[in-house]
């Protein structure tokens, strides 16, 4: 018997309380990924063709900095989501993002999602409305971040 | 004496609060680059009973005093542990403490973490840097009445992996399954295997039943406001919500008013506050 992914994109919290017929609709457009500790998820500069609900395991967001090296930015666990460039042109990822640890998560076409929410723009508007969520979320933790609150100066 | 949890503030304004009572430095141990802990026995031999969230007042002789929340078992006495960064002349001089040397200690003062009101609940530790230590004393309470408790959580946020305290003490109580610990680190290199992220954002997934739930709350004023707002969304009541403030404390005992917060002061009804008591002037700018 083949499992479809709908049971589990349905208990995801990022996707908690869609409608069953987007949840339907959007399945069409996952697979169920893993990848091996230190795997590349996808580097900074390539196409934006995916993002990704976190299943088990944790992702580092790096920033390659001239001189220091390496740097992660933030980090994406178990019931987080990973990537909005699917969403805006140019669809190229801004940053690199590698399993910290074994990884399982599902990983969502963007090209196929772009076109059903063009296709019905109240799936448009639930998709924007929950990554606006996200992306508010992060602009605020990073604000955070900035202001090196634990620092002596702080 | 072991501590109580009938101990209250002492109301009587008695001038021997004021007098420091004389103790030896036993160790300093550098936690961080810039963060210490001093090990401190008293000259007399009669052990201080203090709660866990209490704060002293540390006189390094000739230099000043300062408060310091005290962040040792409270099981171990007559040994007393204080950990404290190095940010002015006091907490400067007091880096350069010797085994051997006197200090004078002042205390134990201000409320504590309220341990039995947390019993038969899950219990949600949120630390940020330094705000582990006044915390400490509550998770050696809570581990030493492990049975007492359901889940124990603690979420702790730090600068970086350099700068996370206790570390061997949280691979210890990490080690013994009963006790959940989730770091962050706002930065860090590649070679980090863990979290990098501010501490509230792990509030949303953190495994506790948010409606059996006591939360105790320490860190920079921010980032408990924005703990806050995350314990909210996940149903954690104001009620049973904890958080230890931090303003210039002087006398220690609520008389020269420096510590003035609203309607309160910090060193007397504080540090630890129930959220409920002083929701309506958290986060006020003027306050």
Not at chain 1, 136 to 154: F, I, K, P, V
Not at chain 2, 54 to 65: A, S
Not at chain 2, 124 to 145: E, K, N, Q
Not at chain 2, 211 to 227: D, I, K
């Amino acid at each position: 018997m083949i499992q479809t992914l709908e049971p589990i994109i349905r208990e995801h919290p990022f996707f908690h309380g869609l409608d069953e017929q987007y949840i339907s609709l959007i399945a069409e457009c996952a697979t169920n990924v893993r990848f091996e500790e230190d795997a590349v998820l996808f580097r900074q500069s390539d196409p934006a063709d995916h993002f990704y609900l976190v299943r088990e395991g944790l992702v580092a967001v790096e920033l390659m900095i001239p001189h220091r090296g390496y740097t992660t930015i933030f980090t994406a666990g178990n019931g987080e989501v990973l990537g909005w460039s699917w969403l805006f042109p140019p669809y190229r990822w801004h940053f690199d993002a590698r399993a910290l640890h074994l990884t399982r998560a599902l990983a969502f076409d963007g090209k196929c999602l772009r076109t059903k929410c063009e296709e019905d723009h109240d799936l448009g508007y639930e998709m924007f409305r929950r990554f606006t969520q996200m992306m508010t979320t992060r602009l605020e933790s990073t604000s955070l971040q900035l202001m090196d609150l634990y620092g002596a100066n702080a | 004496m072991a501590p109580t949890l009938e101990h209250q503030v002492t109301e009587t304004l008695s001038p021997q609060l004021m007098l420091p009572d004389l103790y030896r430095i036993q160790r300093l141990k550098m936690e961080t680059g810039d963060t210490f802990t001093l090990e401190m026995i008293p000259d007399n031999g009669v052990s201080l009973s203090f709660l866990p969230g209490q704060f002293n007042m540390l006189y390094v002789f000739g230099v000043g005093e300062v408060p310091i929340s005290i962040s040792s078992d409270p099981s171990a006495s007559p040994v007393i542990q204080h950990t404290t960064r190095v940010v002015g002349t006091v907490t400067k001089a007091m880096g350069t403490l010797k085994a051997g040397d006197a200090i004078g200690i002042r205390g134990p003062f201000g409320t504590h973490w309220p341990v039995e009101r947390a019993k038969d609940r899950d219990v949600l530790i949120v630390a940020g840097g330094i705000g582990l230590a006044p915390l400490r004393p509550a998770l050696f309470w809570l581990m030493s009445h492990r049975e007492q408790y359901r889940k124990i959580v603690l979420l702790y946020g730090t600068r970086s992996p350099d700068d996370i305290l206790y570390r061997h003490e949280l691979e210890h109580w990490r080690g013994k399954f009963d006790l959940e610990i989730q770091v962050t680190v706002d930065r860090a290199a590649s070679t980090w295997r863990g979290n990098v992220g501010v501490v509230s954002t792990m509030i949303p997934r953190a495994p506790f039943d948010s409606s059996n739930t006591t939360a105790f709350v320490c860190g920079p004023e921010v980032m408990m406001l924005f703990t806050v707002m995350e314990l909210r969304k996940r149903g954690v009541t104001s009620a049973h919500t904890y958080l230890s403030m931090e303003r210039n404390m002087k006398c220690g005992i609520g008389w020269c008013g420096h510590c003035q917060f609203g309607p309160t002061f910090v060193c007397k009804n504080g540090p630890v506050f129930c959220l409920e008591q002083i929701e309506p002037i958290l986060g006020k700018a003027e306050i």
